[in-house]
């Protein structure tokens, strides 16, 4: 059970992952995109706010994939 519980996790771990250096890549673009002046400082605002939303909502995910990792392993334990 813990073992495809870790593969499961695995596979979502690393897709957070992915999408935390997308946000990391977003940020460079929107900083570029105002330094450039293709977009006015309302617009970088607006952009950060969703990425920064974006990141902590990604945080989150890693801490409820950590919670629920510690669940299973100590279950297995248990089990043992």
Excluded: C, F, W
């Excluded at 992915?18 to 605002?45: C, F, H, M, W």
């Excluded at 706010?49 to 629920?68: H, R, S, T, V, W």
């Amino acid at each position: 059970m813990a073992e495809v519980a870790a593969l499961m996790t695995n596979d979502k771990y690393n897709n957070y992952v992915d999408e935390l250096r997308d946000y990391e890549g977003q940020i460079v673009r929107v900083a570029e995109a105002l330094k450039n002046n293709e977009i006015d400082p309302s617009q970088y605002e607006a952009a950060m706010e969703e990425i920064y939303d974006g990141i902590y909502k990604n945080l989150e995910a890693l801490q409820e994939l950590d919670q629920a990792m510690m669940h299973y392993y100590g279950d297995t334990i248990v089990a043992s």
